[in-house]
């Protein structure tokens, strides 16, 4: 059943979950796939795997640390184990700029906002749940990240779940993914459930620093989006 389920993710995060101690969290069925122990089913609304998605979707790759947050977008359900539900709108310090477009969609300042999932509350006990994005860190205070951020719709977005990567210490897939604490030797011994066609700029530089994104973004030669 595992290897069916890390099949299906295709990521080499999801796998490490399992060398982190946390497979039977990940066993829970398709309800829990919203909550921090499940993770979600991804969606991208732009490519976002690799440094060529990179360059041709975003406007600004950027090194970032979230330095506040508040709940947003309160809904309540009247039925069922959940009582509300939020997001949460993060605030971002910009530590670095390591790539931008030579004509991005959006200026970026030294602080910059987004919105990222946020909690889930239950009717009874009034236990709070992490919610997060599909195979995605869910963007912690205390945490630093490497974001390939896109202006859509009058604010930024990360191009999808490829593009918001663990960055602690300046080092690639080092920190806070999916509400869990990994290091990149987590990462590194997941890979092995991965599948072939995974060409992410994450798996590609597990255990790098920021120099290492720079090469990568740098050495792209492709037409942009528009």
């Given at each position: 059943?595992?290897?069916?389920?890390?099949?299906?993710?295709?990521?080499?995060?999801?796998?490490?979950?399992?060398?982190?101690?946390?497979?039977?969290?990940?066993?829970?069925?398709?309800?829990?796939?919203?909550?921090?122990?499940?993770?979600?089913?991804?969606?991208?609304?732009?490519?976002?795997?690799?440094?060529?998605?990179?360059?041709?979707?975003?406007?600004?790759?950027?090194?970032?640390?979230?330095?506040?947050?508040?709940?947003?977008?309160?809904?309540?359900?009247?039925?069922?184990?959940?009582?509300?539900?939020?997001?949460?709108?993060?605030?971002?310090?910009?530590?670095?700029?390591?790539?931008?477009?030579?004509?991005?969609?959006?200026?970026?300042?030294?602080?910059?906002?987004?919105?990222?999932?946020?909690?889930?509350?239950?009717?009874?006990?009034?236990?709070?749940?992490?919610?997060?994005?599909?195979?995605?860190?869910?963007?912690?205070?205390?945490?630093?990240?490497?974001?390939?951020?896109?202006?859509?719709?009058?604010?930024?977005?990360?191009?999808?779940?490829?593009?918001?990567?663990?960055?602690?210490?300046?080092?690639?897939?080092?920190?806070?993914?999916?509400?869990?604490?990994?290091?990149?030797?987590?990462?590194?011994?997941?890979?092995?459930?991965?599948?072939?066609?995974?060409?992410?700029?994450?798996?590609?530089?597990?255990?790098?620093?920021d120099e290492a994104?720079?090469?990568?973004?740098?050495?792209?030669?492709?037409?942009?989006?528009?």
């Amino acid at each position: 059943m595992l290897n069916a389920l890390f099949a299906r993710a295709g990521r080499p995060v999801a796998a490490c979950l399992a060398a982190a101690g946390i497979a039977t969290a990940v066993l829970i069925g398709m309800d829990g796939l919203d909550t921090v122990v499940g993770c979600g089913t991804a969606y991208d609304d732009y490519p976002s795997e690799t440094a060529k998605d990179w360059v041709t979707q975003a406007d600004h790759v950027v090194v970032a640390t979230p330095t506040a947050e508040q709940e947003i977008n309160r809904r309540d359900f009247k039925k069922g184990p959940i009582q509300y539900a939020t997001d949460r709108s993060v605030t971002f310090r910009a530590d670095d700029v390591l790539w931008s477009a030579k004509s991005p969609r959006h200026s970026l300042g030294d602080t910059f906002d987004m919105v990222a999932a946020g909690w889930r509350v239950y009717r009874e006990s009034g236990a709070r749940t992490k919610a997060t994005s599909a195979y995605a860190p869910r963007l912690e205070t205390g945490h630093t990240y490497l974001v390939a951020l896109r202006w859509a719709d009058d604010g930024w977005t990360v191009l999808g779940e490829g593009a918001a990567v663990p960055f602690d210490d300046r080092t690639v897939a080092r920190g806070e993914w999916c509400g869990r604490v990994l290091s990149e030797e987590d990462v590194a011994r997941g890979e092995r459930f991965s599948r072939i066609e995974d060409k992410s700029l994450e798996k590609l530089l597990v255990g790098q620093d920021d120099e290492a994104v720079k090469r990568e973004l740098d050495g792209v030669r492709v037409k942009r989006a528009q």
